[in-house]
């Protein structure tokens, strides 16, 4: 089970990188960037379920859940 350090930097390096990948749809709607677009909501979500999961496993071992 990784550590909740891992699970947090892993949640910020899927993060950045969806956010790059949302950025060519500011710029034009093209049928191309729709994939880059959907991919970068997965990778969003992702890292948004890893960083609770990570807050999660902390307040646990701190006792406050």
Do not use: K, N, Q
């Not at 909501?41 to 807050?55: Q, R």
């Amino acid at each position: 089970m990784p550590s909740s350090d891992t699970l947090t930097r892993a949640a910020v390096v899927l993060c950045v990188v969806g956010l790059l990948l949302l950025l060519p749809i500011l710029s034009s709607i093209r049928a191309s960037f729709v994939g880059f677009y959907m991919l970068g909501s997965l990778l969003l979500l992702v890292s948004i379920t890893l960083y609770v999961v990570a807050v999660v496993r902390e307040l646990r071992r701190g006792g406050a859940l």
